[in-house]
């Protein structure tokens, strides 16, 4: 084994073993050791880049062991320039996400976020259909707890319907995926990639199902239901990571195995796709427009921004696949700082009624400085991460050509207005006007050291928490050739095998 | 790379800039220097390549691939372009070091001066990008800005409104020109200007590109029927609506068409458009700025109708004087801006209704004003009345026919162009006279407020307003100086020939203007002696409130646009949450109570549960028998 495979397999092994660890140990003691392995996991990750050997596509470096043969499930890993970016994000998040629990309690919260790195991880860096399916539902359970475990007050409906609304894709996930590995008998995404082996019904059958499992994970409108109530009920950190990189498995699966594995399938559903992403587009910014709770109006603007993604991706070219990738990650970036600053100001306030916040400008300038930064980057501002994915979607379409491929282009970018119009009612509503304290505040606030939150200034981990995600937002604005690097050969030999 | 400078420091030093801690006293000071700093440094790197690069100047590196698009981050930075750069950082070093004492009490002085750079830094991106990715770019950031500083003074209610008006209604322009760029790129492949100029596109692919770019550019250039967001933006700070009539933002379209004229050139179609759509906001901007009580916004209809007059020179072929245009009226309107917040400044309000009589107080400010309505109206040699005459002269000369666009286009410009120089110099005395002349309304009509002392009762005692501290009142003399003298450059061959200007002619087409300019100064004159100290707008009688309402725009946008989005915000809400949502509620609940249903029947006492075993026992052997005998 080279040093490259172990630091693969260690990616996915580290905050396994992690969590395990945490698990054993006293609360604060575990709060710092969890962090630790977070923060260890990244060095593996920081690793990969340098196994990549030349831009012949192709993986940069993989492992492949032999599990259960009966099944045709192989342990194996690999990493290309597609996946690359999504595990970095993954162990990018974590760390601020562990790092960001040492001022509260919460030993159980951070086994489980490694529990659930673990899974992420493992999710985009499976080769083996099996093995994908392992990992995909591997998360299910942790964000469960987690959004059960710490969440707002009506936390039990919320994960229920979250745990119930995404097995029921797995349900199709797992139809797709046996599907795939009976009629094409294998498993492995490397041999199947280009859908080799399968024929035109069996390739229509398994995009479907593997399209509806990850629409629901994506969200794709209209099977985004879950997303808002899990994200409004979800703590902090919870919605960090469901929106930072759960919601890209998603994506991320139907760009690999949906794409991949079925190509036919993919060209023949594009435009019912791009339909609904377009759909999702104007749905999801319109619904915000007439959110009343911040964290609330965050979820739904993911629902938007994810459909820009799919959007990107329906248009099966090359163009629109890389704007995929690259939509996903500043998605990553900016609402997961999005939820950090929506936690933040939830704390302070204890409310995220946009009708009962106010004022925030002259009270905590730093804060409103860096909410504006924050949904300005998501309003797709050019020159910070936002815009590359979502413009280059619109170019994609446009593109593509003919009446219907246009029409979705026009729709998409009237979206990317709306997005503006919802983030600015937003900001006018907490950064603007005279500073409302609610009685809440009030009166705690009079108790003499009832709660050190109510301080205006931002505070240490704040800061570790977010200015990694800013810097990034403006570094991946500048230079998005920090994510398509490596993608645009593995995004060739998938549109070359399209019809 | 040294164009790059251009728009990197400004940009650079703006970053920074929004990391400093808000503060009074001390803590100005870094925020300060790095502003001016930002300005100054562009304003050095363009003179000295203006003075000794060989231009035009044309780097340009791959940036990042998409798909098969490839996208460079490239300048092109001609001699045109430098012009432009220079006023642009001219005039935002004016209003940084004007910002230090007009915001001298303003706790979040740091931010602002940072955006102010961030905004100047994008405004030279525009101009100096030779590719349209950083053009769109520097575009979006302008757009970002000017939200930001609008909404900048917490004492205006109305400030976060605006601000949110101004960033919505270019936004909404931009989608246009989001989709135009698109068309532009995904035809070419490419991304850089120098390539899509020479591209071969078909008509109808052009023309619609063209267009939907004109959307963008009638957005951020305040064009009808986008431009109802400038005279709102009269809420940001004054020095920062100099900034945004001046140099940046508004020029920003105007520019853009002139980078793009070769594919303009092609296109009859986006040409008439333009046309049209200049003379509208010519007429439009004139007749409200007529009525206007308020200073600030009699300035800002004022711009939206000289951006009218580039626009439609633009329109009828002429760029070059578009761009003659743009850069005296970058002098005048900075200059009358400052001067309108040294006169704001000083009489704490923003109301012609309530100033009259400055002249004695406030010289400078005054004769400031003189040289900048004058400029404006077009007065020669003021540098307005010299890029006014190139624009009619252009459209008098489309009327005549061979150029692109049709005739009656220019005869369309031409008519409206002609017409507004009136209105303007109508307008512009009636501002000069009600602001300086007559005696102070600072009281109102009832008088000042009687006061009541120990001693005797009496009137307060008017503050005496005078000129403003010498970091307001040196920009203000300094732009003096090429708001009256930059018409006379038309006169420098080396100017002409960068501009590809015409060379000027005095002809006796110039009659026709200056009687009209006469005529429209001599009326408001008449009407101001007739009734000494009443506003000449009186006159306009019912149609006063129409002007001053800018023709109900703002209403029929709202009934238009504003209102039908939140209806169908508020039908897609209720669909998501009553039909698509309860979809999936539904079959949780409906699962649930199936599964209650037969865990009732699971519990129904022994009896009950026998005749249902036997009854069940009866069926399928009534089933084994059917099926049986059909065997």
Same mark, same amino acid.
């Given at each position: ?499 | ?22 503060? +009074?006293?001390? *803590?100005?000071? #870094?925020? &300060? ?7 100054? @440094?562009? /304003? %050095? !790197? ?58 001298? +009490?303003?706790? *979040?002085?740091? #931010?602002? &001066? ?7 830094? @994008?405004? /030279? %991106? !525009? ?66 200007? &120098? ?10 692919? %052009? ?79 004139? %007749? ?72 004695e107080h406030m010289p400078v400010t005054f004769w400031s004003f003189v040289v900048g309505l004058g400029a404006l109206a077009g007065v020669p040699p003021l540098s307005g009345f010299w890029s006014k005459e190139n624009v009619l002269t252009a459209a008098a000369h489309a009327t005549e026919g061979g150029g692109t666009a049709p005739v009656w286009v220019g005869w369309v410009v031409w008519l409206a162009a002609l017409f507004a120089v009136l209105i303007t110099a109508w307008y512009a005395t009636r501002l000069l006279l009600c602001a300086f002349f007559g005696i102070s309304r600072e009281h109102g009509p009832d008088g000042p407020d009687w006061e009541i002392g120990f001693d005797d009762a009496r009137y307060t005692a008017p503050a005496v307003p005078h000129d403003p501290p010498g970091a307001m009142r040196w920009p203000i003399l300094i732009l003096t100086i090429p708001a009256a003298l930059l018409g006379l450059v038309a006169y420098a061959p080396g100017f002409r020939t960068a501009l590809e200007m015409e060379d000027p002619h005095l002809s006796v087409a110039l009659v026709l203007p200056l009687v009209l300019l006469a005529a429209g100064a001599g009326a408001a004159w008449w009407l101001w002696q007739a009734v000494p100290g009443a506003d000449p707008a ?94």
């Amino acid at each position: 084994m080279t040093i490259y495979q172990v630091a693969l397999v260690a990616v996915v092994a580290l905050p396994a073993l992690g969590a395990a660890v945490v698990a054993l140990l006293k609360d604060r003691t575990a709060r710092l050791v969890g962090t630790g392995f977070a923060a260890v996991t990244l060095l593996p990750i920081i690793l990969l880049p340098f196994a990549r050997s030349s831009a012949d596509g192709g993986l940069w470096t993989e492992v492949d062991v032999s599990w259960v043969s009966a099944l045709n499930l192989d342990f194996h890993l690999g990493v290309d320039g597609v996946s690359y970016p999504l595990v970095a994000l993954t162990g990018l998040l974590t760390v601020l996400c562990t790092a960001y629990l040492q001022k509260s309690s919460g030993r159980a919260l951070t086994a489980l976020l490694l529990v659930l790195e673990a899974g992420i991880a493992g999710t985009f860096l499976s080769f083996d259909l099996i093995l994908f399916f392992l990992f995909f539902e591997v998360v299910l359970l942790p964000m469960y707890a987690v959004i059960a475990g710490w969440g707002g007050e009506d936390r039990r409906r919320a994960a229920r319907k979250f745990v119930l609304y995404t097995l029921f894709g797995s349900v199709f996930l797992l139809l797709g995926v046996v599907t795939v590995a009976v009629s094409a008998g294998t498993g492995d995404l490397a041999e199947l990639a280009g859908g080799a082996g399968l024929d035109r019904t069996t390739q229509y059958a398994a995009f479907t199902l593997l399209a509806i499992a990850f629409a629901v994970k994506a969200p794709l409108w209209p099977l985004h239901t879950w997303l808002p109530d899990a994200h409004t009920q979800a703590p902090t950190v919870g919605s960090v990571i469901l929106a930072g990189v759960l919601l890209k498995m998603g994506t991320y699966g139907l760009v690999r195995v949906g794409v991949g594995v079925a190509p036919l399938g993919a060209e023949k559903a594009a435009p019912v796709l791009g339909i609904l992403a377009v759909a999702a587009i104007l749905a999801g910014s319109l619904i915000c427009l007439r959110q009343t709770e911040l964290k609330r109006l965050i979820a739904y603007s993911s629902v938007g921004h994810m459909g820009f993604v799919l959007l990107g991706i329906a248009t099966l070219s090359e163009t629109g696949l890389q704007a995929a990738l690259l939509g996903n990650v500043a998605h990553g970036l900016i609402t997961g700082l999005l939820f950090f600053l929506a936690g933040a100001i939830k704390d302070r306030a204890h409310t995220g009624e946009l009708s009962e916040l106010g004022g925030l400008r002259e009270t905590a300038p730093r804060l409103a400085g860096v909410l504006g930064f924050a949904a300005i980057a998501s309003l797709g501002l050019p020159g910070l991460a936002g815009f590359w994915g979502e413009a280059f979607a619109v170019v994609a379409a446009v593109q593509r050509g003919g009446g219907l491929w246009t029409t979705l282009a026009v729709l998409a970018a009237i979206g990317g207005a709306l997005t503006a119009a919802y983030f600015l009612r937003l900001l006018r509503r907490v950064t603007h006007g005279p500073a409302r304290v609610p009685a809440t505040v009030a009166s705690t606030a009079l108790a003499p050291g009832a709660n050190g939150h109510l301080l205006p200034g931002v505070t240490t981990v704040e800061w570790l928490a977010w200015s990694p995600l800013a810097a990034l937002t403006l570094a991946v604005g500048l230079a998005p050739a920090l994510v398509l690097i490596a993608t645009s050969a593995p995004v060739r030999a998938l549109t070359e095998a399209l019809p | 790379m040294t164009a790059a400078l251009i728009p990197g420091v400004p940009l650079l030093l703006g970053l920074i800039g929004l990391l400093l801690p808000p503060g +009074d006293g001390d *803590r100005r000071r #870094p925020a &300060a220097t790095l502003g001016i700093a930002g300005a100054a @440094a562009s /304003l %050095l !790197v363009t003179l000295s390549l203006l003075l000794f690069a060989h231009k035009p100047i044309d780097v340009s590196t791959h940036w990042v691939s998409i798909g098969g698009i490839d996208l460079t981050i490239g300048f092109t930075v001609g001699v045109a372009a430098l012009y432009v750069a220079l006023a642009v950082a001219t005039v935002a070093l004016f209003v940084q070091i004007y910002s230090v004492a007009y915001l001298h +009490d303003d706790p *979040r002085y740091a #931010p602002y &001066a940072a955006q102010v750079s961030l905004f100047t830094g @994008a405004m /030279l %991106l !525009v101009v100096t990008s030779g590719d349209l990715i950083g053009v769109l770019v520097g575009w979006e950031v302008m757009g970002a800005c000017s939200y930001l500083l609008i909404g900048h003074d917490r004492r205006l209610p109305e400030a976060p409104a605006a601000a949110v008006k101004a960033f919505l209604v270019t936004r909404v322009g931009d989608v246009g020109f989001l989709l135009g760029v698109a068309v532009l790129i995904a035809g070419a492949g490419t991304s850089r200007i &120098a390539d899509l100029r020479t591209h071969d596109y078909s008509s109808g692919t %052009l023309t619609a590109a063209l267009l939907l770019i004109l959307a963008g550019v009638a957005g951020k250039s305040a064009q009808f029927p986008l431009h109802t967001w400038l005279p709102d933006a009269m809420a940001g700070p004054t020095p920062i609506s100099a900034l945004i009539h001046a140099a940046t933002m508004v020029a920003a379209g105007v520019y853009v068409v002139f980078r793009l004229y070769p594919l303009y050139d092609e296109s009859p179609a986006a040409l008439a458009t333009l046309g049209v759509m200049a003379a509208i906001t010519i007429l439009l901007g004139a %007749l409200s700025a007529t009525a206007q009580d308020d200073m600030k916004r009699v300035l800002a209809w004022s711009t939206v109708s000289q951006i009218g007059y580039m626009t439609g020179a633009l329109a009828v072929g002429s760029p070059a004087a578009a761009l003659f245009h743009l850069l005296t009226h970058a002098a005048f309107k900075a200059l009358l801006f400052l001067a309108a917040g040294a006169v704001i400044h000083a009489v704490g309000t923003n109301y012609l209704s309530r100033m009259g009589g400055l002249r004695e107080h406030m010289p400078v400010t005054f004769w400031s004003f003189v040289v900048g309505l004058g400029a404006l109206a077009g007065v020669p040699p003021l540098s307005g009345f010299w890029s006014k005459e190139n624009v009619l002269t252009a459209a008098a000369h489309a009327t005549e026919g061979g150029g692109t666009a049709p005739v009656w286009v220019g005869w369309v410009v031409w008519l409206a162009a002609l017409f507004a120089v009136l209105i303007t110099a109508w307008y512009a005395t009636r501002l000069l006279l009600c602001a300086f002349f007559g005696i102070s309304r600072e009281h109102g009509p009832d008088g000042p407020d009687w006061e009541i002392g120990f001693d005797d009762a009496r009137y307060t005692a008017p503050a005496v307003p005078h000129d403003p501290p010498g970091a307001m009142r040196w920009p203000i003399l300094i732009l003096t100086i090429p708001a009256a003298l930059l018409g006379l450059v038309a006169y420098a061959p080396g100017f002409r020939t960068a501009l590809e200007m015409e060379d000027p002619h005095l002809s006796v087409a110039l009659v026709l203007p200056l009687v009209l300019l006469a005529a429209g100064a001599g009326a408001a004159w008449w009407l101001w002696q007739a009734v000494p100290g009443a506003d000449p707008a009186a006159a306009l009688g019912p149609a006063r409130h129409l002007f001053a309402s800018g023709f109900h725009l703002d209403t029929i946008q709202d009934r238009l646009v504003v209102r039908p989005v939140r209806a169908i915000a508020k039908v897609v809400t209720a669909t998501d949450e009553k039909v698509v949502d309860a979809a999936v509620e539904g079959t949780g609940t409906g699962t649930t109570g199936v599964g209650n249903a037969l865990a009732v029947a699971h519990r129904v006492p022994l009896p009950t549960a026998a005749v249902a075993v036997l009854a069940g026992a009866l069926l399928l052997g009534a089933v084994a028998v059917w099926f049986g005998a059909a065997t």
